[in-house]
């Protein structure tokens, strides 16, 4: 069992020595919690749960990509919300990434997350190859 860290120039990487946001562990793909942070690492992109959805789950399908799985490789997420009524807006953006049966899920209300203009951050775990027949 090997591990290695994925990346991809759509997302912007953390500080060395902090955290990866993308790991594989033969075929499991580990993504960290993605938010919509912009490249410049202090914009935040869209105004709307809605749209910060859409940006997560643009970053997540490229790391995924990246480490050579598929978004309906996607097993498992667990979504953090700061106001539960915004879960119509993250399902929404959900179904515009995936098909078939989706990914098993967690969705967490908060107190905040890592800046008070970010509305809503999720993980997920990945099994490469798994949604092919």
Known sequence: MKKKRFIS???REPKARTWSNCLRVDDLILISGMTARGNDGESVLGDTALDQSRVVFQKIKDLIEAAGGAMDDVVKMTIFVTHMSDNAQVWKAREE???GDFPACSLVQVA?????????EIEALAIAGCSTD
């Not at 905040?112 to 809503?120: G, T």
Request: proline share 7%; glycine share 0%; aromatic share 14%.
């Open 112 to 120: 905040a997350l890592a800046k008070p203009e970010i509305l809503v």
């Open 9 to 11: 120039d759509a997302v």
């Open 97 to 99: 990434f995936f098909t």
